[in-house]
């Protein structure tokens, strides 16, 4: 087996897997401009739902209006400028970026490995991180609101109901591309794997 | 179609037929056992097939929006009224020349007064207008959704309304005349917004008796002219001009071929004086002596040529007057022989002809806009007035006459060439033919009709679906709500082969005059201000309006500036303590952003009440004359803690 690996990874990467490389290049770059997730509140009063759209550096949306709804419950406000995390995304998505193109250039399978393990990680880490800023913003409400709710946990993935709102949280284009991204990694991997034993 | 039956076993099958097509289309719908429901609750509610087939032309579910906006004339409530067409639901009041306390028109919010004392005249206050006649400001001769215009005729003003918030942003007064009926109506790019006199009286605003009538007593058109960059009338670009001193009515604006030309039609030229109670004809015989009278037909592009040249024109009260002679000498002013007392004028959606309504003549007139130019240009005259002016021959300008039925009033189009002109002394509607000057046929309406309204009607390309008939008097039509009757606007469909009454709209605020109806989709209202520190009056944002986080309040000597903001469901700040005699002046920002999150704010016995919309910044200015203590409130049920959206103002003694 190992006579196998070894060879593997030193071997250059074919042509239609650096054309694949170059495509997950080109998705992952969008990725820093597009909403990566989505929160909806929908109630009877807002006939078109309420949306927060979380980018890799902001959230934008209908910002305003869930906070003020929120202030009633005592949940601390939105505010990008809460979030470090939005300092520092948008240049792991970059670097994400520059693993598959240079992959792409030099046609060398560990760059893609290195770059794609990194990649999980980091997506793991930041839906755990996302997780607990829910946790935190349904857990710390302050005591003194005008209306006093049990603490709760929104999900990130799915729907929770608060008050009259149903609150779904799902994932939006920017997870999309990032998550196709993802899945040419394996297919990459399986494809080289197939050709250097057929060769 | 389905028409009125008259015997009840034609009712019967006319009911059966009309529940059939109900019935065929709840089937389509796949509605399960409807049919049998509608057929048996328009029987239970006594209704007709015809009946049910008005309900089903105009009903509009909850969700779904109106293909029209009209925007009626309040009479003498003193605003518009905006109305949903086919629904005929009433979506808004427009404070105009009146405080609508709703909407914190002229109830403590500065900038609302503002344009209401730029309404005063005389030195005096006007808290009430007689608004009669509505234009939509136009590109090219079409309604472009911009601007609404309307006259006051009782203290004559024109208001100018910006359609993106609705609100009335500007108001002018025409001191030169004595009640305005003939505008507003718009010349097809609203370069100018027409106003004609109606009473003739001396211009100059003095004092002459009535034996100097002849002398002394005059009509006057103004033309305003309306930069649409700032959304108001120049009135330093603007001009009037001195008519005879007959009654002048209604206008209209020329346009295609006629574009550049105003008509204006008039009563009175018997220059009646009146004095019943001294041995003279009342006006109602005096003024209708004559079995012809004259429009007036105007060349306003030449008009505003010569009021800018040196000498040829006068001031009167601040006024830039172009005289009588000066009009006839250089050729902008004729006059046109016109039947008996007529009403209005309207030229049709080309441009070629105009048609008069002699409201004691069962006649309309139609004149060729052609025939016209080539009497003007041939000189072609059958005489002059007493004051000079040119009478085109009748016969050399006449297209044709088309004779109607009692008392037609006002005329407007439809589409191919189809004319509707309300009948008032008939109550009914004639549809007749401008192709071959016929009659088609007449609906009665209820009652005493005297404008009528047809969708985009008096456009260059009217829509010919709707109709509306604003008839005066309702009498019967409506459960009895004291001997003040509301008005009836009867919603007729004028889309097939006949006229059909669809629904009557009770108008229980004011005697509406004219309306305007347009493609509700031309209009692009704001759904909320576009900023917050939204100022409607400057229509930008306010870099001084308060702001969340920074509100304050600051005080300099006796001055207290208080920088408020109102979201839900809570004014900051909350308290407000100044000392008896300060002068205070709240300045309020609504921070909200959503949708219909208006806040209100009323101060207890201050009379003070303002509306703030969305992102909107209002000033309110008093002094605090009294030591005590005021609750001030959220006057706007904006949540379930709206009865917390409470402060104190605290005035020490």
Same mark, same amino acid.
């Given at each position: 087996?190992?006579?196998?690996?070894?060879?593997?990874?030193?071997?250059?990467?074919?042509?239609?897997?650096?054309?694949?490389?170059?495509?997950?290049?080109?998705?992952?770059?969008?990725?820093?401009?597009?909403?990566?997730?989505?929160?909806?509140?929908?109630?009877?009063?807002?006939?078109?739902?309420?949306?927060?759209?979380?980018?890799?550096?902001?959230?934008?949306?209908?910002?305003?209006?869930?906070?003020?709804?929120?202030?009633?419950?005592?949940?601390?406000?939105?505010?990008?400028?809460?979030?470090?995390?939005?300092?520092?995304?948008?240049?792991?998505?970059?670097?994400?970026?520059?693993?598959?193109?240079?992959?792409?250039?030099?046609?060398?399978?560990?760059?893609?490995?290195?770059?794609?393990?990194?990649?999980?990680?980091?997506?793991?880490?930041?839906?755990?991180?996302?997780?607990?800023?829910?946790?935190?913003?349904?857990?710390?409400?302050?005591?003194?609101?005008?209306?006093?709710?049990?603490?709760?946990?929104?999900?990130?993935?799915?729907?929770?109901?608060?008050?009259?709102?149903?609150?779904?949280?799902?994932?939006?284009?920017?997870?999309?591309?990032?998550?196709?991204?993802?899945?040419?990694?394996?297919?990459?991997?399986?494809?080289?794997?197939?050709?250097?034993?057929?060769? | 179609?389905?028409?009125?039956?008259?015997?009840?076993?034609?009712?019967?099958?006319?009911?059966?037929?009309?529940?059939?097509?109900?019935?065929?289309?709840?089937?389509?719908?796949?509605?399960?056992?409807?049919?049998?429901?509608?057929?048996?609750?328009?029987? =239970?509610?006594?209704?007709?097939?015809?009946?049910?087939?008005?309900?089903?032309?105009?009903?509009?579910?909850?969700?779904?929006?109106?293909?029209?906006?009209?925007?009626?004339?309040?009479? #003498?409530?003193?605003?518009?009224?905006?109305?949903?067409?086919?629904?005929?639901?009433?979506?808004?009041?427009?404070?105009?020349?009146?405080?609508?306390?709703? #909407?914190?028109?002229?109830?403590?919010?500065?900038?609302?007064?503002?344009?209401?004392?730029?309404?005063?005249?005389?030195?005096?206050?006007?808290?009430?207008?007689?608004?009669?006649?509505? =234009?939509?400001?136009?590109?090219?001769?079409?309604?472009?959704?911009?601007?609404?215009?309307?006259?006051?005729?009782?203290?004559?003003?024109?208001?100018?309304?910006?359609?993106?918030?609705?609100?009335?942003?500007?108001?002018?007064?025409?001191?030169?005349?004595?009640?305005?009926?003939?505008?507003?109506?718009?010349?097809?790019?609203?370069?100018?917004?027409?106003?004609?006199?109606?009473?003739?009286?001396?211009?100059?605003?003095?004092?002459?008796?009535?034996?100097?009538?002849?002398?002394?007593?005059?009509?006057?058109?103004?033309?305003?002219?309306?930069?649409?960059?700032?959304?108001?009338?120049?009135?330093?670009?603007?001009?009037?001009?001195?008519?005879?001193?007959?009654?002048?009515?209604?206008?209209?604006?020329?346009?295609?071929?006629?574009?550049?030309?105003?008509?204006?039609?008039?009563?009175?030229?018997?220059?009646?004086?009146?004095?019943?109670?001294?041995?003279?004809?009342?006006?109602?015989?005096?003024?209708?002596?004559?079995?012809?009278?004259?429009?007036?037909?105007?060349?306003?592009?030449? =008009?505003?040529?010569?009021?800018?040249?040196?000498?040829?024109?006068?001031?009167?009260?601040?006024?830039?007057?172009?005289?009588?002679?000066?009009?006839?000498?250089?050729?902008?002013?004729?006059?046109?022989?016109?039947?008996?007392?007529?009403?209005?004028?309207?030229?049709?959606?080309?441009?070629?002809?105009?048609?008069?309504?002699?409201?004691?003549?069962?006649?309309?007139?139609?004149?060729?806009?052609?025939?016209?130019?080539?009497?003007?240009?041939?000189?072609?005259?059958?005489?002059?007035?007493?004051?000079?002016?040119?009478?085109?021959?009748?016969?050399?300008?006449?297209?044709?006459?088309?004779?109607?039925?009692?008392?037609?009033?006002?005329?407007?189009?439809?589409?191919?060439?189809?004319?509707?002109?309300?009948?008032?002394?008939?109550?009914?509607?004639?549809?007749?033919?401008?192709?071959?000057?016929?009659?088609?046929?007449?609906?009665?309406?209820?009652?005493?009709?005297?404008?009528? =309204?047809?969708?985009?009607?008096?456009?260059?390309?009217?829509?010919?679906?709707?109709?509306?008939?604003?008839?005066?008097?309702?009498?019967?039509?409506? #459960?009895?709500?004291?001997?003040?009757?509301?008005?009836?606007?009867?919603?007729?469909?004028?889309?097939?082969?006949?006229?059909?009454?669809?629904?009557?709209?009770?108008?229980?605020?004011?005697?509406?005059?004219?309306?305007?109806?347009?493609?509700?989709?031309?209009?692009?209202?704001?759904?909320?201000?576009?900023?917050?520190?939204?100022?409607?009056?400057?229509?930008?944002?306010?870099?001084?309006?308060?702001?969340?986080?920074?509100?304050?309040?600051?005080?300099?000597?006796?001055?207290?500036?208080?920088?408020?903001?109102?979201?839900?469901?809570?004014?900051?700040?909350?308290?407000?303590?100044?000392?008896?005699?300060?002068?205070?002046?709240?300045?309020?920002?609504?921070?909200?952003?959503?949708?219909?999150?208006?806040?209100?704010?009323?101060?207890?016995?201050?009379?003070?009440?303002?509306?703030?919309?969305?992102?909107?910044?209002?000033?309110?200015?008093?002094?605090?004359?009294?030591?005590?203590?005021?609750?001030?409130?959220?006057?706007?049920?904006?949540?379930?803690?709206?009865?917390?959206?409470?402060?104190?103002?605290?005035?020490?003694?």
């Amino acid at each position: 087996m190992t006579d196998r690996i070894t060879p593997f990874f030193q071997s250059q990467m074919s042509l239609p897997s650096r054309i694949l490389m170059v495509a997950v290049a080109a998705a992952l770059l969008p990725a820093v401009f597009l909403p990566i997730w989505k929160i909806t509140l929908h109630a009877p009063q807002y006939p078109g739902g309420l949306t927060v759209h979380i980018y890799s550096h902001t959230v934008r949306g209908d910002v305003q209006e869930v906070n003020e709804l929120n202030h009633y419950i005592g949940m601390k406000a939105i505010r990008a400028e809460d979030f470090g995390e939005f300092r520092f995304v948008p240049f792991f998505i970059l670097r994400f970026f520059a693993f598959a193109a240079l992959a792409a250039l030099v046609a060398r399978l560990p760059v893609a490995a290195i770059g794609y393990i990194d990649f999980m990680i980091f997506g793991a880490v930041m839906l755990v991180d996302f997780q607990t800023w829910l946790y935190d913003y349904g857990r710390r409400l302050d005591p003194k609101a005008p209306i006093h709710l049990e603490p709760f946990t929104p999900k990130f993935l799915g729907t929770t109901q608060v008050g009259q709102f149903h609150v779904t949280s799902f994932p939006d284009w920017g997870a999309v591309v990032m998550l196709l991204a993802g899945l040419a990694g394996p297919v990459i991997l399986v494809y080289e794997w197939r050709r250097q034993r057929a060769a | 179609m389905i028409h009125h039956g008259s015997g009840r076993g034609a009712r019967l099958a006319a009911l059966g037929a009309g529940l059939g097509l109900a019935l065929s289309g709840l089937a389509c719908g796949g509605t399960a056992g409807g049919g049998a429901d509608v057929s048996s609750i328009a029987q =239970a509610r006594g209704l007709s097939a015809t009946d049910v087939e008005a309900a089903v032309k105009t009903y509009v579910p909850t969700g779904k929006m109106d293909d029209y906006l009209m925007f009626a004339s309040g009479g #003498q409530s003193g605003q518009v009224e905006i109305i949903g067409i086919p629904s005929m639901r009433l979506l808004k009041v427009v404070g105009v020349f009146t405080p609508e306390p709703w #909407q914190g028109w002229g109830t403590g919010a500065e900038e609302t007064h503002q344009v209401l004392a730029e309404g005063r005249m005389e030195g005096r206050d006007l808290t009430w207008g007689d608004t009669h006649h509505p =234009a939509l400001s136009e590109t090219d001769a079409d309604y472009d959704g911009q601007y609404l215009f309307i006259n006051d005729k009782a203290n004559p003003r024109v208001a100018v309304i910006d359609l993106r918030d609705m609100e009335t942003k500007q108001i002018v007064t025409d001191p030169l005349m004595g009640a305005n009926h003939g505008g507003t109506f718009v010349t097809p790019n609203t370069e100018y917004v027409i106003e004609g006199s109606q009473y003739a009286v001396p211009l100059d605003g003095q004092y002459a008796s009535l034996d100097q009538y002849r002398e002394r007593y005059r009509g006057a058109v103004t033309f305003w002219k309306f930069d649409r960059d700032r959304g108001r009338i120049d009135q330093a670009r603007s001009f009037s001009m001195e008519l005879p001193p007959y009654w002048q009515d209604l206008s209209d604006a020329g346009k295609g071929p006629s574009a550049g030309w105003a008509f204006i039609n008039t009563f009175n030229t018997e220059m009646a004086t009146g004095g019943d109670m001294e041995g003279q004809p009342p006006f109602e015989a005096g003024a209708s002596a004559n079995d012809m009278d004259l429009m007036n037909v105007i060349d306003w592009r030449k =008009a505003a040529q010569v009021a800018t040249e040196p000498g040829k024109t006068v001031t009167i009260q601040g006024r830039r007057v172009i005289p009588l002679k000066t009009a006839v000498a250089e050729g902008i002013l004729y006059f046109i022989p016109e039947p008996k007392s007529p009403h209005g004028v309207d030229v049709t959606p080309d441009g070629t002809r105009l048609v008069v309504s002699g409201k004691l003549d069962p006649h309309v007139t139609v004149y060729s806009w052609a025939k016209i130019q080539k009497a003007i240009q041939d000189q072609d005259f059958s005489g002059k007035d007493a004051y000079g002016v040119p009478i085109l021959n009748f016969d050399s300008v006449l297209d044709g006459q088309v004779e109607l039925g009692l008392g037609p009033l006002h005329t407007q189009f439809g589409s191919n060439d189809i004319a509707y002109t309300s009948l008032f002394i008939e109550s009914a509607v004639a549809k007749w033919s401008l192709k071959d000057m016929k009659l088609i046929e007449k609906l009665p309406v209820h009652y005493n009709v005297g404008h009528l =309204a047809a969708a985009e009607g008096d456009t260059k390309s009217p829509d010919g679906n709707y109709l509306v008939s604003l008839n005066k008097w309702s009498i019967d039509r409506f #459960q009895p709500v004291g001997p003040l009757h509301p008005q009836n606007f009867q919603l007729i469909d004028i889309g097939g082969p006949h006229m059909d009454r669809l629904y009557d709209m009770p108008i229980g605020i004011g005697e509406p005059h004219y309306a305007q109806i347009i493609k509700a989709d031309k209009i692009k209202a704001w759904t909320t201000y576009p900023g917050v520190g939204f100022d409607p009056g400057t229509m930008s944002v306010d870099s001084a309006a308060p702001q969340a986080g920074k509100e304050r309040i600051e005080r300099k000597g006796n001055e207290v500036d208080v920088y408020m903001t109102a979201i839900r469901s809570h004014f900051t700040p909350e308290h407000i303590v100044v000392n008896r005699g300060d002068h205070v002046v709240i300045h309020i920002t609504n921070i909200e952003q959503a949708r219909d999150a208006t806040h209100g704010f009323a101060i207890d016995k201050h009379n003070v009440n303002l509306s703030l919309e969305p992102g909107e910044t209002q000033t309110v200015r008093f002094v605090a004359d009294r030591a005590g203590v005021f609750p001030y409130y959220c006057t706007e049920f904006c949540s379930a803690l709206h009865l917390e959206m409470a402060g104190y103002l605290l005035v020490r003694p």
